[in-house]
């Protein structure tokens, strides 16, 4: 047996092991949640791959209640900070608090400090607190007064924004955008979904229990980023990218005029990691293609800034990347 087909054993023995953690999680949340198996499946992607996520729907489709339900049935700390226009980043980070009997100041820590964070209506939040919140995400620690203080282990941010109503908000920069994973647009639920929901509305939703501790989180991401991913699947996650930056040399001239800038390095390392998470949730000791095109529309979407040509032709971010998946081959 040579050393390759030994690793992808291992590798698929381990998997054996922890899968069955998240399948419990998955029908934890599942009690509360009916339907959105694809928001739910993102989540447990994030959590894997160890990145933020922006959920992105109207109101009332149960995108607070699956983060708090992925919250409760991980055994983490939650907080949530519904953002206003008169936030402040003490409001959120914490402040320094004068103690005049030693006259020295002591950190009083803000709801940042805990393992799953959401922000909910993330564009209301002004420029000074879009800043603060973009360090505590890529660097995994807030500045209070001089010092730097470093969040919790895990921790992730799960933004929600309304993308109907626009007065009294922010656009979030592309900087900020940018260090979220990945960008999940959050549907209506089907009639049958919706009837399920007003039946167990009636019968009164369930408690949830932890069934997933932060150590089998952490045995799952060392897991998850050793699934097997073959050296066609990086030249094709590269084609992917290139082709948003460059969509006349992947042979797609129709997008040139659409695309101003393509997507960062960001998104080849994001859509790496995702798509062994989405492996993983597969049960797979592999990464395969499918993995790759099923995760590339959440990790591009919100990467690439399209022309005004584009507005114009009301072509929208999602439609770029159905044209750069059907037109990249596929190996």
Same mark, same amino acid.
């Given at each position: 047996?040579?050393?390759?087909?030994?690793?992808?054993?291992?590798?698929?023995? =381990?998997? *054996?092991?922890?899968?069955?953690?998240?399948?419990?999680? %998955?029908?934890?949340?599942?009690?509360?949640?009916?339907?959105?198996? !694809?928001?739910?499946?993102?989540?447990?992607?994030?959590?894997?791959?160890?990145?933020?996520?922006?959920?992105?729907?109207?109101?009332?489709?149960?995108?607070?209640?699956?983060?708090?339900?992925?919250?409760?049935?991980?055994?983490?700390d939650f907080h949530r900070i519904s953002f206003t226009?008169?936030?402040?980043?003490?409001?959120?980070?914490?402040?320094?608090?004068?103690?005049?009997?030693?006259?020295?100041?002591?950190?009083?820590?803000?709801?940042?400090?805990? @393992?799953?964070?959401?922000?909910?209506?993330? @564009? +209301?939040?002004?420029?000074?607190?879009?800043?603060?919140?973009?360090?505590? /995400?890529?660097? %995994?620690?807030? !500045? &209070?007064?001089? =010092?730097?203080?470093?969040?919790?282990?895990?921790?992730?941010?799960?933004?929600?924004? @309304?993308? &109907?109503?626009?007065?009294?908000?922010?656009?979030?920069?592309?900087?900020?955008?940018?260090?979220?994973?990945?960008?999940?647009?959050?549907?209506?639920?089907?009639?049958? *979904? =919706?009837?399920?929901?007003?039946?167990?509305?009636?019968?009164?939703?369930?408690e949830l229990s932890p069934v997933i501790s932060p150590?089998?989180?952490?045995?799952? %991401?060392?897991?998850?980023?050793?699934?097997?991913?073959?050296?066609?699947?990086? =030249?094709?996650?590269?084609?992917?990218?290139?082709?948003?930056?460059?969509?006349?040399?992947?042979?797609?001239?129709?997008?040139?005029?659409?695309? *101003?800038?393509?997507?960062?390095?960001?998104?080849?390392?994001?859509?790496?990691?995702?798509? %062994?998470?989405?492996?993983?949730?597969?049960? +797979?000791?592999?990464?395969?293609?499918?993995?790759?095109?099923? /995760?590339?529309?959440?990790?591009? +979407?919100? +990467? /690439?800034?399209?022309?005004?040509e584009a507005e114009a032709e009301e072509v929208d971010?999602?439609?770029?990347?159905?044209?750069?998946?059907?037109?990249?081959?596929?190996?």
């Open positions: 047996m040579n050393e390759a087909v030994h690793d992808l054993e291992q590798v698929r023995s =381990e998997l *054996e092991q922890v899968s069955g953690h998240f399948a419990a999680l %998955r029908d934890e949340v599942g009690r509360v949640v009916v339907g959105q198996n !694809t928001m739910i499946e993102r989540i447990l992607v994030a959590l894997l791959a160890d990145g933020h996520i922006l959920l992105e729907g109207v109101p009332g489709l149960a995108k607070t209640t699956a983060v708090k339900a992925v919250a409760q049935a991980i055994q983490t226009p008169d936030l402040l980043p003490a409001d959120i980070l914490g402040t320094q608090i004068y103690d005049p009997k030693t006259g020295d100041f002591s950190v009083k820590s803000g709801p940042i400090f805990t @393992n799953i964070l959401l922000a909910d209506e993330i @564009n +209301r939040a002004p420029a000074k607190v879009q800043s603060a919140l973009l360090e505590a /995400m890529q660097e %995994r620690q807030v !500045t &209070i007064g001089d =010092e730097a203080h470093i969040l919790p282990k895990p921790f992730l941010v799960l933004a929600t924004q @309304n993308p &109907i109503e626009q007065e009294g908000t922010y656009p979030l920069p592309e900087a900020q955008v940018d260090r979220f994973m990945l960008k999940i647009r959050v549907g209506y639920p089907t009639r049958d *979904e =919706e009837k399920e929901i007003l039946r167990r509305s009636v019968a009164g939703f369930p150590e089998h989180l952490e045995q799952a %991401r060392q897991v998850s980023g050793r699934i097997r991913f073959d050296d066609k699947l990086v =030249e094709y996650i590269l084609d992917l990218v290139g082709a948003t930056r460059d969509p006349k040399a992947a042979g797609i001239n129709d997008l040139e005029a659409l695309i *101003e800038f393509g997507a960062s390095p960001r998104a080849t390392l994001a859509l790496q990691k995702a798509a %062994r998470a989405h492996a993983f949730l597969a049960g +797979r000791a592999y990464v395969n293609s499918a993995d790759v095109k099923t /995760m590339a529309p959440d990790v591009l +979407r919100h +990467r /690439m800034v399209l022309s005004y971010a999602d439609e770029v990347v159905d044209r750069i998946l059907a037109t990249v081959p596929v190996p």
